[in-house]
């Protein structure tokens, strides 16, 4: 009767044991996707074009060159931000923050705002600051950074 009693407890320790050796296995796996770093676009010698980590998508500053005025540009870099979101896994409806420099705030606010508004899902706002800035090169005129909920 004891040697029953005493194996009853055994295995009710053993299997209490396994199930938390299990648990602690699956913490430290999540622990590990959370600390794996993704980084996308390395062509750039000097950057990422986005990191992945934690569930977080942080797309570096993006510029557009190639047209003439602030919509023109705002359209570009919006839409490269829209492929790099895909890339990653997300899209502009799980934005979190966005920073926005413009090279004449005064002159260009206007322009790069509304296309901005035509862009963004209206359900889904990031936080966001918007400041006049001197820019790399002189033709552009506006760059945009994000970070994404995966």
């Not at 299990?22 to 750039?44: E, M, P, S, Y």
């Not at 190639?66 to 896994?89: P, R, W, Y």
């Not at 206007?110 to 359900?123: A, C, L, R």
Request: glycine residues 4%; neutral net charge.
């Amino acid at each position: 009767m004891i040697h029953r009693i005493r194996f009853n407890l055994m295995s009710h320790v053993t299997k209490h044991l396994e199930g938390s050796q299990k648990l602690c296995n699956n913490f430290h796996q999540d622990v590990r996707h959370f600390a794996t770093i993704q980084r996308n676009g390395l062509d750039n010698p000097n950057m990422s074009q986005a990191v992945i980590h934690s569930g977080i998508v942080y797309v570096s500053g993006q510029v557009d060159a190639t047209a003439s005025d602030i919509q023109g540009q705002t359209k570009n870099v919006l839409s490269k931000i829209d492929s790099l979101l895909k890339e990653a896994g997300t899209d502009k409806t799980k934005l979190l923050t966005a920073s926005i420099w413009v090279k004449d705030i005064e002159k260009d606010f206007k322009g790069m705002n509304s296309v901005w508004s035509e862009w963004i899902d209206p359900k889904n706002k990031p936080v966001r600051a918007t400041v006049e800035a001197n820019m790399a090169s002189p033709d552009i005129l506006v760059e945009v950074q994000v970070s994404a909920a995966l």
